[in-house]
């Protein structure tokens, strides 16, 4: 979830003035002098509670180790690598995300935690399932999250009769 907080946190370095650069070091120290430059602009652009979030979100970041601050740095690269398109629909999602309650949003950071412990071969069982899911008609889809819901109330015997029954219409096809 932080890599979404890199999402939105325009200026790391803003107040943070690099020393000099070698000459050999000319290009990345371009790099990242026009890297500042344009945190600098997207900072003073903020609204005085968006840079009071993004503050916290900085010291989110600094209380994470080496390696998860490494890790965070990886998948950055990799988002910033994707097309303008998936970047975007990134971005919709977890603004989407953010509007969720506290528990949902506590509720789908576990499920995706669970999902991560999973072998990978179940992982890609359950993107299928997923993706056959969002490939469903609204109403067909819509019933089917019902079905389910009332399948997750059941007891385990009443579940086996229910996947018992399902085998059998099955059969019939």
Same mark, same amino acid.
């Given at each position: ?40 602009? *997207? ?79 179940? *992982? ?7 993706? *056959? ?41």
């Amino acid at each position: 979830w932080l890599l979404f907080c890199l999402l939105a946190l325009p200026a790391l370095s803003h107040a943070d003035p690099s020393p000099p650069a070698p000459a050999e070091a000319a290009p990345a120290a371009d790099e990242a002098a026009a890297r500042r430059a344009r945190n600098a602009a *997207r900072w003073a652009a903020m609204t005085p509670e968006q840079r009071e979030e993004m503050r916290g979100r900085l010291e989110q970041l600094k209380a994470l180790s080496p390696g998860e601050r490494q890790a965070l740095r990886d998948r950055w690269t990799r988002f910033e690598k994707l097309p303008p398109s998936e970047q975007s629909r990134l971005r919709d999602h977890w603004s989407a995300f953010r509007k969720l309650p506290p528990a949902e949003r506590a509720l789908m950071r576990e499920n995706f935690a669970r999902f991560r412990q999973l072998p990978p071969a179940r *992982r890609a069982q359950v993107r299928a399932l997923y993706r *056959r899911l969002l490939a469903l008609p609204p109403g067909e889809r819509a019933r089917f999250l019902t079905n389910l819901g009332r399948f997750r109330q059941m007891s385990p015997a009443e579940r086996e009769q229910a996947r018992d029954r399902l085998r059998r219409l099955r059969e019939r096809r």
